[in-house]
């Protein structure tokens, strides 16, 4: 998940959504080849991959790919802050960041790869990140979740 814990919380986002930008505008450019795959032979290439074999199946929309006007909707409503409000984006200051995890912890995910080095982001926002992250996000979760994903009962304080 593209991740950025910072003090400042939009200052924070807005960066992140730019570092998103610009690697998500690395995959636009390879969106041809996956779309020609998905079109010409996407059930046999699915077929061969034991862990996406479902996507040949039961995920068609798994590689829908749009229309220019599609795009326009979507880069009006994709907005950085939006994409943190979805769930999609882990940014903003330690307890944005918190919000985001406790959706991911809800549905039993017990393990998240936070992608922190996206594309412009600058050297130290992304050491701060580090930082943040170990000092209130990581230990904020500490003991509240297990090692399978179930969240810990909480006892109410007398």
């Known amino acids: ?3 950025l814990c910072g003090e400042k919380n939009d200052e924070t ?3 992140a959504g730019e570092g998103m930008h610009w ?6 450019g390879q969106a041809p080849y996956w779309q020609r795959l998905h079109e ?5 290439v699915f077929a061969q991959v034991e862990s996406y074999k479902y996507a040949a199946v039961r995920a068609p ?4 790919f749009g229309t220019k006007d599609d795009e326009k909707v979507a880069a009006d409503s994709l907005t950085p802050k939006n994409l943190v409000d979805k769930g999609l984006l882990c940014a903003g200051n330690p307890d944005s960041c918190i919000k985001v995890l406790e959706r991911f912890a809800a549905l039993g995910i017990d393990l998240v790869l936070c992608f922190m080095e996206m594309g412009r982001v600058p050297h130290p926002k992304t050491m701060e990140s580090i930082k943040m992250m170990g000092k209130y996000v990581i230990p904020y979760f500490k003991g509240k979740i297990n090692w399978y994903g179930q969240q810990q009962p909480q006892v109410a304080a007398d």
């Open 1 to 3: 998940m593209m991740t």
């Open 13 to 15: 986002i807005e960066v």
């Open 23 to 28: 690697y998500m505008s690395l995959l636009r």
């Open 40 to 44: 010409q032979h996407r059930a046999e």
């Open 61 to 64: 929309e798994a590689f829908f």
